[in-house]
């Protein structure tokens, strides 16, 4: 007769070989490889062969940085690997060259490539891009500068309890990706260090930010074509740009952005707070399905604003209008005070105007009396507690 297993049994047996899996997972440490916990010591080799020993390890894998500074170049972590299960812990931090030319010129510093369950756990990146941020205020001729940590073609990756200091350009993006979580994450620089976006997200799905705090030089976070099934919530912006939508609709063929939650965020001191903001030229992108909720602005220059003519320095665009069609946009619980007289500003595309735009519950006050709202091309709806007064049609 064939006796039923109990489920507590097979319980028990899942966690025995969960345990046995944990015993089995080897840890590479990158003092072992040669690392010297000084930055003055440059520890890239040491750290790469940690990481190429994780990737060819068939079994779960962990590459430790203990504490210390460690300096590093440019490094490339490519993937696939033999497994699915590589955790970076951090306990240290990594430290760029000082010297921005070392990787200035490079495009990111740190790049995971096609990694598939790579897990990154507390510690601190400084890119050291104030020598970098001068020379680009001086008007010499300076690199570009390099992203801090890039996510390319990748999926299933968790970064959790991260710092990020003085990246040359963007702390992080995530590019070509699917199912990412970051959580717990820092980013800090100076307030006007330029192009240094705290989080950028293009060309990816499923993506989930939380309980994070961004105080930068440009968007805390920035949305790019092509993102899809983004969660924002529980996130400090200040000081910085806001978090922003766009700038989309550079080129004609384009992805769009749809199904974007952002709640529960706060901004202090930022140039804005919830911003969309296309280029005025045609194009074929969207953004549709956009869900604000539960943010609080503190002396914000323009806490809700959707721009479809942006036009930096009045090139490649004058007397253009935006392509890109705004639609199913919703502003819920928005409160707070406004750095000056217009609190709400649609300023949507003659060709495609904003449509199903809805407010509720949005309470926005400038010097302690009524801000003020201003619409062109864009409709919707309100609900509960409207100021200013909607100009929505």
């Known amino acids: 007769m064939h006796m039923p297993i109990h489920p507590n049994f097979m319980a028990l047996l899942f966690f025995f070989f969960f345990c046995q899996s944990l ?18 010591s440059d520890s890239t080799n040491s750290l790469s062969k940690a990481w190429s020993l994780a990737c060819a390890s068939t079994k779960p894998s962990t590459v430790y940085i203990p504490q210390g500074r ?31 030319n070392a990787i200035g010129n490079v495009g990111n510093w740190l790049l995971f490539e096609g990694a598939d369950g790579v897990t990154i756990r507390g510690g601190t990146l400084d890119g050291q891009g104030a020598p970098l941020w001068a ?32 990246s040359q350009m963007f702390h992080i993006v995530i590019n070509g ?13 100076s307030g006007n260090s330029p192009n240094t976006d705290g989080i950028h997200v293009q060309l990816s799905t499923g993506i989930t930010i939380l309980n994070s705090k961004i105080s930068t030089g440009d968007d805390c976070i920035s949305i790019g074509p092509g993102a899809t099934n983004l969660w924002i919530e529980n996130v400090g912006c200040g000081p910085g740009h806001g978090i922003s939508i766009g700038s989309l609709g550079k080129d004609y063929e384009e992805a769009g952005v749809r199904n974007v939650t952002v709640k529960t965020t706060t901004f202090k001191n930022t140039q804005n707070g919830l911003r969309i903001k296309t280029w005025a030229r045609p194009s074929k992108g969207f953004v549709k399905g956009v869900f604000f909720q539960h943010a609080v602005m503190t002396n ?36 707070g005070t406004s750095a000056t007289q217009v609190a709400v500003k649609f300023d949507c595309s003659k060709r495609s105007p904003c449509q199903g735009i809805r407010l509720e519950d949005v309470k926005l006050s400038y010097k302690n009396r009524a801000a003020e709202a201003s619409c062109s091309n864009a409709a919707g709806t309100t609900a509960g507690i409207i100021e200013p007064s909607s100009c929505l049609y």
């Not at 996510?151 to 003085?166: D, E, H």
């Not at 990706?177 to 620089?189: F, H």
């Open 23 to 40: 015993a089995f997972a080897t840890t590479y440490n990158i003092l072992d490889f040669g690392a010297k916990p000084h930055a003055n």
């Open 177 to 189: 990706c699917e199912n990412v979580k970051l959580q717990g994450v820092k980013v800090l620089a």
């Open 300 to 335: 914000v220059q323009n806490p809700i604003v959707i721009d479809q003519n942006y036009c930096p320095d009045h090139k490649n665009c004058p007397g253009q209008v935006s392509g890109v069609k705004i639609s199913d946009v919703t502003y819920q619980d928005i409160q």
């Open 135 to 166: 020379c680009k205020k001086s008007g010499r001729n300076c690199p570009t500068g390099a992203t801090t940590l890039g996510f390319s073609n990748s999926k299933n990756v968790a970064v959790s309890g991260l710092r990020s200091l003085n």
């Open 70 to 100: 460690f300096l590093l170049k440019n490094l490339h972590f490519k993937g696939p690997c033999r497994n699915k299960a590589i955790t970076f812990r951090i306990d240290g931090t990594l430290v760029a060259p000082s010297d921005y």
